[in-house]
T-cell receptor
Framework: KAGVTQTPRYLIKTRGQQVTLSCSPISGHRSVSWYQQTPGQGLQFLFEYFSETQRNKGNFPGRFSGRQFSNSRSEMNVSTLELGDSALYLC?????????????FGPGTRLTVT | AQSVTQLDSHVSVSEGTPVLLRCNYSSSYSPSLFWYVQHPNKGLQLLLKYTSAATLVKGINGFEAEFKKSETSFHLTKPSAHMSDAAEYFCVVSRYNFNKFYFGSGTKLNVKP
C-alpha cells in the first residue's frame, strides 16, 4: 500500500496570508490527524477527523481549521499567518479511531512564514 | 489526562553498545504507548507499540520496550547500537479507544563510531 502523502512538501508564505495543506491517508484508513512540530514546542496535536467529522481538537486558535472529504483525504487551513506558524506540519492516518491503533505519518509539509 | 516525559533530551552511545531511552508516562486511563523514530527531514516511523497485551514489546530494527505499570515507565532499549540508529525518538501515549496522541519532547540519539 502507498503511504501517507502530503502536498506540498515545502511552502513559503508571507505573514497575513492563508495556506491550505493537503493529506492523503493510506488506502482504507478513515482517521486523519494533524500535528504541528516546532523546535520550541515539539509535536503538538491539532485535530483529528474520522468519517468527515472532527472528533478531537488540540489547543490551537481558530485560525487553524481542517476538513475531511468522503474519500478520507484531508486538508488543513491556516488563515492570517503569523511568523510563529512556521513549522513542520505532519499528517497521520489510522485504520480505526476506536481501538488505539498506531498512526502512520506522512513526510510533512515544511511551512515558512516570512 | 495523559502526558509523557522523556527523561533525556540527548543520549550518546558508541556503536555496538546498548541503547536505553527513558520514558515515563501519566495516564488517567489504560494507556496505549508507542515509540516512534524520526530521521532528519523525514516523517515519523513506528518502532513498536503497547496496547495492554504482553508487557515486553518487540519492535523493528532490534528495539524493544517494557511496560512497567508500577513505575509508569516505557523505556526503549536495544542491545547493540548501529550508526543508522542515530535519529530522534519520541515516546507517545494515547488513551485506549481514543485516537489522540500525546508526544514526549523527544530524545536525540547520537551513535559514535
Amino acid at each position: 500500500k502507498a503511504g501517507v502523502t502530503q502536498t506540498p512538501r515545502y511552502l513559503i508564505k508571507t505573514r497575513g496570508q492563508q495556506v491550505t495543506l493537503s493529506c492523503s491517508p493510506i488506502s482504507g484508513h478513515r482517521s486523519v490527524s494533524w500535528y504541528q512540530q516546532t523546535p520550541g514546542q515539539g509535536l503538538q496535536f491539532l485535530f483529528e477527523y474520522f468519517s468527515e467529522t472532527q472528533r478531537n481538537k488540540g489547543n490551537f486558535p481558530g485560525r487553524f481549521s481542517g476538513r475531511q472529504f468522503s474519500n478520507s483525504r484531508s486538508e488543513m487551513n491556516v488563515s492570517t499567518l503569523e511568523l510563529g506558524d512556521s513549522a513542520l506540519y505532519l499528517c497521520a492516518s489510522s485504520e480505526n479511531r476506536d481501538l488505539g491503533y498506531e498512526q502512520y505519518f506522512g513526510p510533512g509539509t515544511r511551512l515558512t512564514v516570512t | 489526562a495523559q502526558s509523557v516525559t522523556q527523561l533525556d533530551s540527548h543520549v550518546s552511545v558508541s556503536e555496538g553498545t546498548p541503547v536505553l531511552l527513558r520514558c515515563n508516562y501519566s495516564s488517567s486511563y489504560s494507556p496505549s504507548l508507542f515509540w516512534y523514530v524520526q530521521h532528519p527531514n523525514k516523517g515519523l516511523q513506528l518502532l513498536l507499540k503497547y496496547t495492554s497485551a504482553a508487557t515486553l514489546v518487540k519492535g523493528i530494527n532490534g528495539f524493544e520496550a517494557e511496560f512497567k505499570k508500577s513505575e509508569t515507565s516505557f523505556h526503549l532499549t536495544k542491545p547493540s547500537a548501529h550508526m543508522s540508529d542515530a535519529a530522534e525518538y519520541f515516546c507517545v501515549v494515547s488513551r485506549y479507544n481514543f485516537n489522540k496522541f500525546y508526544f514526549g519532547s523527544g530524545t536525540k540519539l547520537n551513535v559514535k563510531p
